[in-house]
C-alpha cells in the first residue's frame, strides 16, 4: 500500500491552498483517511480526519478555514487550506488506516511522503 501526496507549496497569508493523497496497492478497504503536519522543531498533530462514511474531525486551530474530503472510489482523500496563516507552515502528511487484502478486519496505518506548505507573511 502507497500513499502518494500531491499539492502543497508556497502561499501568502490569507491565501488558500490545496492538497491531495491518492493510496493505492493491495487495498481492502480504507477506514480513516486525514492529515497531520509536522512544523520544524514540533511534533506530528492531527489536522483533519474524514471516515469512510464521511464523518470529520478537525483540530481546533483549523476549524472553519480548513475542509477535509476523500472520494472512497479513487482512494483520495483531499484537503483544502483557506485563510492560510505563517503559523499553518509545515509539512503535510497524509494518512489511511487501511485494511489490506488478506488481512480480515485487521488495520494498519499508512502514510504518505509529506508535501511542505509554507505561509509568507
Known amino acids: 500500500v502507497q500513499l502518494q501526496a500531491s499539492g502543497g507549496g508556497l502561499v501568502q497569508a490569507g491565501g488558500s491552498l490545496s492538497v491531495s493523497c491518492a493510496a493505492s496497492?493491495?487495498?481492502?478497504?480504507?477506514?480513516?483517511m486525514g492529515w497531520y503536519r509536522q512544523a520544524p522543531g514540533e511534533q506530528r498533530d492531527l489536522v483533519a480526519t474524514i471516515t469512510s462514511g464521511g464523518s470529520t474531525n478537525y483540530a481546533d486551530s483549523v476549524k472553519g478555514r480548513f475542509t477535509v474530503s476523500r472520494d472512497n472510489a479513487k482512494k483520495t482523500v483531499y484537503l483544502q487550506m483557506n485563510s492560510l496563516k505563517p503559523e499553518d507552515t509545515a509539512v503535510y502528511y497524509c494518512?489511511?488506516?487501511?485494511?489490506?487484502?488478506?488481512?480480515?478486519?485487521?488495520?494498519?496505518?499508512?502514510w504518505g511522503q509529506g508535501t511542505l506548505v509554507t505561509v509568507s507573511s
Open positions: 494518512y489511511a488506516e487501511v485494511s489490506p487484502r488478506g488481512w480480515g478486519r485487521r488495520t494498519r496505518d499508512y
Open positions: 496497492g493491495s487495498i481492502y478497504s480504507i477506514n480513516v
